[in-house]
């Protein structure tokens, strides 16, 4: 197996150079939501390129809209289609699915952007813009690997699925789409940005909304109504209440080192139209991390207890209640074996590539990871170059060196899943 | 004295159907700030066949926002005039101001309300419609009181200084307008919506902002931010706690019925821009309640304490110090002494046209009284038919008998204050 790392290593520093250029390409692609169609031309020539058998499509909103996990703003889905590109084995080896997204955030503030948000700009060893490290370094890793593995002559037995995805940030229509498109495979691995460490669990996400009410008045004689402001805290409270049991249940040794595994947040609030008017309605939106080993319909549960028990224990909300509601984006969770042959044969890896042993977690954040878990039945593992303290920040930015490490890793690790068809191998 | 009594109770019985049309007529001229002259127009009309002095001028926004008390978000007060109707005394009397606004509040949502917001509808012995209470009925009350007087042949010995003000609903720039433009009295009345209590003192009041600031992170990963809205809620409590102190100080006669003398209001909230986001900023608007007795400048520094206080007793607020900002409207609270005589005229006509001793309390609000007492040095009592239960609310109403009621208690309030030139008086 030795000759072919060696190999692989030398291809891609002799790449090097290429694989920046496609980086800077994609990044230079301001690919947010309904806009994705440039990146993905890139991505479908690059696929061109290696030869690969070349799937691209439209989702289809109307159909998807029906499915129970179907999460997204729109169900228009014209000039953002999905690119799928296949390294057809030549059978009896393990098949591999290797998700990227090519959406990203919006470059938001663009004064706090030290250069263009979507400059691809180099600059000490980094690629810099909007989706660098969200994740088109992890997008080029993917074809690098499959690259360096036709470069250097290996033929494998199973199936290469990769899957360039519009749709992630707003809550996986895309990956949705390729899975009930009939895209399986033994396994899959996603590139999203864990700073080289290896999260076979992932946390989930739900969007939550909660209405309080109140009984305005005029400032001046705010004793005659019931400050929503004042009401609030009294919900804020139970929030905190209901993170610490939640928590207080994740015993996961993944999150060992997490000080808050699947985290409440409350991340907006708004009430009142006046400063002289006693408020009578506050409204506050937030997050409800969702654990690798419950579902989204149990963290809901959980939610709409502790409303309830709000609406119980207290005068006002009696006849007053405060409302709960479900909105925006949710991502499922996603837990792989720690024991699963995928886990072990990428931290091997890793090792083989880096000299050690891979740091491995349970992800704060959730991925399509879910949805290919959970609605495809694939195992799921997400490792990847980036780094989520930049990502959906300005100046986000991807070390190359990772980029290319991550290559390496990667083609070792599709090697070794699916398997050399040593009959088929041109070199030896 | 009991004979014009009789006379202009009768009188004003004959002209119930005329004061009404009157009010329709202003009621329906929605007159918002930046909109007065139609309403003005009509006033100024009134005026004429009253055979008052007329004073017709636009205030002068440049020369006004130079006056410390200058409270406006506008400078051009074009086609906003104020009216002044003088009824001219013989000479020798007490003079006396009779302060009313043509200004009201916007409508707000219209589907609220039962007829058009500017309907004047008559219904049930009631007029609808925005500025009924607050406070046209209340400028009726004034000019059926002087033509009252007028027409029973009753001569003044004191000038009667009646001023149709703009911008009260925006801090009485109107009214600092007339005090600046020389108009001085020995007593004022304003007949904004006491629902015919006396309030020889009314509470004064300033809006405040306060901008809390944390630390923005992933929701995902919220520890490692600092949420503005956990930070906002010490914020609350402490300003619960200054409204107790400042309160607890309040031992005034006129508050014993008034459960919070001085409120601390905070009206409105807002912070963060993103559910699964830590918010970095929360903003609270308010309005803070200045006791008759207090400047707004004491009122001002105690909040200005407490907020340094904030920042000394956190950590984070040490270095992230909480922002304390005065802006938009303000009111100055005002007081008259109760054994002022103009208190004790007011009283006994009161009690002489119900039969029974006025309550005396004092305001949960400002008016332009604060401006008239203590820039214009000019002792005032605020009493009128409206009721404040319905100002800047849906379906605003004033009680048609009050209205009238009020114009008799003020007639023979104005002729006892001013008294009767006997030699001038055309009946006896």
Known sequence: MKHYQKMIHEWLNVQRKNGIRLLTQLVQQASTQGNEAKAQAIVVEKCRQLGLEIDIW???????????????????????????????????????????HIDVVPEGEVEQWEDEPYSGAIKGGKVYGRGASDMKGGTVSFLLALEAIKAVGIRLKGDVIFQSVVEEESGGAGTLAAILRGYKADGAIITEPTNMKLFPKQQGSLWFR???????????????????????????????????????????????????????????????????????????????????????????????????????????????????????????????????????????????????TPTVEASPWGTDGGLLSQVGQIPTIVFGPGTTAVAHHPNEYIEIDNMLIAAEILALTIIHWCEIDEAGERTS
């Open 58 to 100: 439209e989702p289809d909103g109307e159909k998807l809209r029906e499915h129970p996990y179907f999460i997204s703003p729109r169900t228009d889905f014209s000039n953002s289609p999905n690119v799928v590109g296949i390294l057809r084995g030549t059978g009896g080896g393990r098949s591999l699915i290797l998700n990227s």
């Open 210 to 356: 909660i209405t309080v009410h109140g009984k305005s008045a005029h400032g001046g004689t705010r004793y005659e109504g019931v400050s929503a402001i004042e009401k609030v805290k009294m919900v804020l409270e139970q929030l905190q209440e209901l993170e610490l049991e939640r928590n207080a249940r994740v015993v996961d040794p993944l999150f060992q080192h997490i000080s808050i595994p699947v985290p409440i947040n409350v991340g907006k609030i708004e009430g009142g139209t006046w400063p002289s008017s006693v408020p009578d309605r506050v409204v506050i939106e937030g997050r409800m991390g969702v654990a690798p080993n419950e579902t989204v319909e149990m963290a809901k549960q959980e939610m709409e207890h502790c409303v309830s028990v709000i609406n119980q224990s207290d005068n006002w909300f009696q006849t007053h209640p405060v409302e709960l509601e479900w909105f925006g984006a949710q991502w499922l969770p996603s837990s792989i074996d720690e024991n699963h042959p995928l886990v072990a044969v990428l931290a091997d890896a890793y090792k083989r590539v880096k000299g050690e």
